[in-house]
Structures are given as C-alpha cells and as structure tokens.
C-alpha cells in the first residue's frame, strides 16, 4: 500500500495533472499501513528521502533533458537520430505538446512533491535527532536543485512548498524572484544540516550544497556570493582538480575523480535502469524506469555505416567505439573551439579514427586504421594517398557550417563506457556529474571579471587551462588579462562542460543564446526568437487547469 501512495504523491506533484489519486487509494487496505504511519517509521522516512535522490536519474544522462540542455545551443546540433527537432531547431513544433518537455515537466515536479513531502514528514519521523538533521539537509537541498531547473527552464511558473495529497485545478504563478527566495533558504538550510563528508556516496554534502550557492549566486547577479562561495569550495573541502582531463572522461577512473562535488549515482544494470531499444527503424527507443545511464550511446556517429572503396565494412559495431544512436553531433564552430596541438581535451572528447575490426574488408586489413575524422578539410589527392577513409570537414558541413552529412561525423566520445558487457548493452556505471571543481573556477572566473576584477579573474581560468594542457604545452594554454572576456568563458565552459548538461543554461544566463545561436549553428539561426529563453509549458498542464486566465501559456508558444 506504501508504494501505491508513494506514487501517487509524486502523480500529483504537478497539481493539475488529469491523473486522479483516488482510483489508487480505493484498495482494501488489510494491512493497515497508511503514509502516516509508514513514513513516521525510521525505515519509511529514509526511504522518502531516498525516493527524494530517484529524479535525478530522469535527468542526468536521459536524452529528453541531454536534448533540453545541450540542443539549440551554439555547441551541439541535431544528428540523423535525434528525436527532438524541434528543440535542436526551434522550428514551429517547439510547443507544449513537445514529448521531451512534457514528460521533464512532470517528473521535475514529482521530484518537488517527494522533496515537500519529506520536509514535511521528516520533522515528526523516528529517526534520531542528528539523522533528522542530515536526512532534511539532503531534502532542502534537493529541492533547491529541482527548483533552480524548474525556473531557468520555464521560468516563473508554479511555486510550492506544499506537499500535494490530491490533485487541484486551480494553479498560481509565482515571480522568479519567489523561486529564487526559496532556492536560497533552502540552501542555506542544507548547509546548516549538511555534513561535510559522507561514507554514502552520492548524498548531498555542505561542500554540494556550497557549490550550488556559487551558481546560484552567479544566476542572481550577486557576484560576490559567487566568489566567495566558489572559493570556499575550492579551499575548504578537499576537492582537488583532477590532474588530467582524461580522469573525467575514462570510465574507469571518473566515478571516483577527487573533482567530482555531487553526482547521480548510477547502476549498469539494466534489470534496475532505462531499458532503451532499437526498433525496425533502428532508431526508435521504448523508456521503462530510471536506473542506468545511458548517456553513452547519444553522441556516437554511425561508424558501422562507414564503407571502403570496395563497398564493404571495415568497421563494426563494437563495445570500445560505442553504440551509434546518433542522436547529437558537434557543431563545425564547437571543434574549431580547441587548439588540438596543445589542449589535451581534444582528443579526450572527440573520436577521430577508428581501427578495422572487421575480416570482410578486401581493401583495409584488421588492425590497420580504416577510419579517420579531421575537422580540416582534406584535398582528394591527399585522401587517395591512404587506405583508411577519410571524413573530413567538407564532407560533414559547408563552408557557413550548416550540415551535410548528420550520420557520419565525429563521435562525441566523453561519455563512452567501454566495460559494459556486449556491443548492444544499454546500461552503464557512469555516474551524472551534478557538480564538480572545475565549475567553480569558472564561476570564481565569471564573478571576478563582472566586478573588473581581471587579473584574479584570469589566474583562475588559467588554473583550468593548465590542466587541460598537454605536456610541454601547459604554458602556452595561459590567457592574458585583455583576453579575459565574457565571450572567452562561455568558450573555456564549452571547452571544459560540454555534454554535461549546462550549455542552454549558460547562454540563456549571459544573455547570449539568441547571439551565439544565430553565429554558430545554422540549423538554428533562422528559428529562434527572443521568447525561446524559456520553454513552452506542457499543454496537457494548460488542459488540467480551471483558472486559465492566471496560468497562462508561457510568451511566444501556442496554448492557453
């Protein structure tokens, strides 16, 4: 019965929803057990704060919130598998009847709701008074995080601290300003409560909760805040900068990175996770429930179509190279942001050959390269010199970066994961990288320069650009202080974040998502308009609502 009533907590989450509690509800119950009394116990009130974490997995590495974040952007664009056009393009099906963003909805505020009903409950559970403290620490900070996505993506809509028991049609909008009020007593309570350390990996920490101070902060305005947060979590918790970018890319050694602040902690076994298979067409995907990170099979190219001079195969799908879904590819203007010949995170994330694994090649022998990808262009003369396949600039974009070839082009390769157990394996044991040290450099960077604060502002970038240098080069990745421009961080952010679910966050912040889309990514540039900095509310939410004259369709999109 438990269980039933859990869900149906988190169902009415939204408020207006069409779906009904009661058909739920209306059970003999011969146990007895009510949610009063469930959570009350020590073992039902840990399990609504472990149900608090379950969101984050409908988010971190999903491919409708991976579309919502990284899509449109000056960084990433549609690949011949993406399934959400209209947030890659902005075209005229960007409403609220846009799948990805309906069901983010929904689940952004369910996780609202079983964060209200733990602030709720947790005040009068069994659990011991310095448990209490810690498991409403992790609850304020978790709906701090669901709140700041609910915001920035749809700006100010409804605002609750209310746990919703069954379902109501009558919705109010709250100001931003409101949303924010509320993201910062949280905080601030979380970190009043927050450990510094936990044996638990993946609970919210004061060092977590700190960090997402530093970017709210910077979100606000108040710069200051940023800075002084940001410091903070750089000094005063133990984190470190990995010593190499690749310690966050490769499998074996990201989970447990010394960078890595709050993370989604994440299973590869499917039996407990997102279980995505290919349909008749190749590309169709079936969602079960959360679990596992999936996040590995998006950005990969379909290298398996690839074929010689003599029509064959060279290379076949394979567990090191990924499954290619193809759903996103980089934009021409995201690979020429990396001076490859000194910064090492070039060749960390991107694919750029790919070595015969197959025997029915007559033209490439097994163990030879067969494929390679150079964001240069290539002369004729020069490609016919090799044996392997060439796939270079001009055979990917035109000359203004608009796409000619979206299903083979480079791999995206920051997220692959390698040890899964056969080619076709949807799982992985990546965790989602919530918050790590690297963005509070950047931040610490951001804050300094908006109060012309440049020299300290540069040290800190330059901290991150060291890292990323390779050997013997380290020095050359320094900035000047008249290099230091707001255009120059959002580029080291892409640079250092990309994939990793912030980039239509960035711009819409700076200011800049209009500007850079327009220059940058042509699919889009003739699209968007000035309402696109916030998303469309979901129709099926405008259907449930009664009082339509006060919750209204956000500006620009179609609905009541």
């Known amino acids: 019965m438990n269980k039933i009533y859990k869900?149906?907590?988190?169902?009415?989450?939204?408020?207006?929803?069409?779906?009904?509690?009661?058909?739920?509800?209306?059970?003999?119950?011969?146990?007895?057990?009510t949610a009063d009394t469930f959570?009350?116990?020590?073992?039902?009130?840990?399990?609504?704060?472990?149900?608090?974490?379950?969101?984050?997995?409908?988010?971190?590495?999903?491919?409708?919130?991976?579309?919502?974040?990284?899509?449109?952007?000056?960084?990433?664009?549609?690949?011949?598998?993406?399934?959400?056009?209209?947030?890659?393009?902005?075209?005229?099906?960007?409403?609220g009847s846009s799948t990805a963003i309906t069901k983010e909805w929904e689940r952004l505020y369910s996780a609202l709701n079983t964060c209200n009903s733990a602030i709720n409950r947790l005040p009068t559970s069994d659990l011991q008074a310095n448990e209490k403290d810690i498991r409403l620490g992790e609850a304020h900070f978790l709906r701090a995080l669901y709140l700041w996505h609910i915001v920035e993506t749809w700006g100010g809509v409804y605002l609750t601290t209310d746990e919703c028991k069954s379902p109501s049609g009558y919705v109010t909008r709250?100001?931003?300003?409101?949303?924010?009020?509320?993201?910062?007593?949280?905080?601030?309570?979380a970190f009043s409560k927050l450990p510094e350390t936990t044996t638990d990996y993946g609970r919210a920490t004061k060092g977590a909760a700190e960090a997402l101070m530093a970017r709210v902060c910077l979100y606000t305005g108040d710069n200051e805040g940023a800075l002084t947060h940001a410091k903070n979590v750089i000094n005063n918790y133990g984190y470190e900068?990995?010593?190499?970018?690749?310690?966050?890319?490769?499998?074996?050694?990201?989970?447990?990175?010394?960078?890595?602040?709050?993370?989604?902690?994440?299973?590869?076994?499917?039996?407990?996770?997102?279980?995505?298979?290919?349909?008749?067409?190749?590309?169709a995907i079936i969602w079960r429930k959360p679990g596992n990170n999936p996040v590995h099979l998006f950005w990969v190219m379909c290298y398996d179509q690839?074929?010689?001079?003599?029509?064959?195969?060279?290379?076949?799908?394979?567990?090191?190279?990924?499954?290619?879904?193809?759903r996103y590819m980089p934009t021409a203007y995201y690979l020429d942001l990396f001076n490859e010949k000194i910064d090492s995170r070039y060749d960390d994330i991107f694919q750029q050959a790919w070595i015969c694994n197959?025997?029915?090649?007559?033209?490439?022998?097994?163990?030879?390269?067969?494929?390679?990808?150079?964001?240069?262009?290539?002369?004729?003369?020069?490609?016919?010199?090799?044996?392997?396949?060439?796939?270079?600039?001009?055979?990917?974009?035109?000359?203004?970066?608009s796409i000619k070839n979206r299903v083979q082009n480079v791999t995206f390769k920051k997220f692959l994961d390698p040890t899964r157990e056969s080619v076709n394996y949807t799982g992985s044991k990546r965790h989602g990288v919530i918050l790590r040290l690297a963005e509070m450099y950047l931040i610490a960077a951001e804050a300094e320069l908006n109060m012309n604060h440049k020299k300290e502002g540069t040290e800190y970038i330059n901290q991150i650009r060291r890292r990323a240098g390779k050997e013997g080069h380290k020095t050359e990745m320094e900035i000047?202080?008249?290099?230091?421009?707001?255009?120059?961080?959002?580029?080291?952010?892409?640079?250092?974040?990309?994939?990793?679910?912030?980039?239509?966050?960035?711009?819409?912040?700076?200011?800049?998502?209009?500007?850079?889309?327009?220059?940058?990514?042509?699919?889009?540039?003739?699209?968007?308009?000035?309402?696109?900095?916030?998303?469309?509310?979901?129709?099926?939410?405008?259907?449930?609502?009664?009082?339509?004259?006060?919750?209204?369709?956000?500006?620009g999109y179609s609905g009541n």
């Open 358 to 401: 197959n025997n029915n090649s007559s033209y490439i022998a097994k163990g030879d390269t067969a494929i390679v990808f150079t964001k240069y262009s290539m002369s004729q003369e020069e490609q016919d010199k090799h044996n392997y396949i060439v796939i270079d600039r001009d055979k990917v974009y035109n000359t203004d970066g």
């Open 174 to 189: 709250s100001s931003v300003e409101d949303f924010y009020k509320t993201i910062n007593e949280d905080l601030k309570e």
């Open 241 to 283: 900068l990995a010593g190499d970018y690749n310690e966050l890319c490769d499998i074996n050694t990201c989970n447990e990175s010394k960078e890595n602040i709050f993370v989604c902690v994440y299973d590869k076994n499917e039996i407990f996770g997102t279980s995505i298979e290919e349909g008749p067409d190749g590309n």
């Open 7 to 33: 869900w149906c907590i988190m169902a009415c989450a939204a408020t207006t929803l069409s779906t009904s509690c009661s058909d739920f509800l209306e059970e003999d119950n011969k146990s007895g057990l």
């Open 480 to 555: 000047s202080q008249d290099e230091l421009t707001l255009d120059f961080i959002l580029d080291e952010r892409a640079r250092e974040l990309g994939g990793e679910q912030q980039r239509w966050y960035d711009l819409k912040r700076t200011g800049k998502l209009l500007e850079r889309v327009q220059k940058y990514n042509p699919d889009a540039k003739a699209n968007i308009k000035d309402y696109h900095i916030l998303r469309p509310i979901p129709q099926t939410q405008l259907d449930a609502v009664i009082n339509k004259e006060e919750f209204k369709q956000n500006t």
């Open 39 to 95: 959570y009350k116990t020590k073992s039902g009130a840990e399990a609504l704060v472990n149900s608090c974490y379950t969101p984050l997995r409908f988010w971190y590495g999903q491919e409708y919130a991976i579309s919502m974040t990284e899509l449109g952007t000056d960084i990433f664009t549609r690949g011949n598998g993406c399934g959400q056009a209209e947030l890659s393009d902005y075209n005229s099906s960007l409403q």
């Open 306 to 326: 690839v074929l010689d001079k003599n029509g064959k195969k060279p290379v076949t799908r394979s567990i090191e190279y990924g499954r290619g879904f193809n």
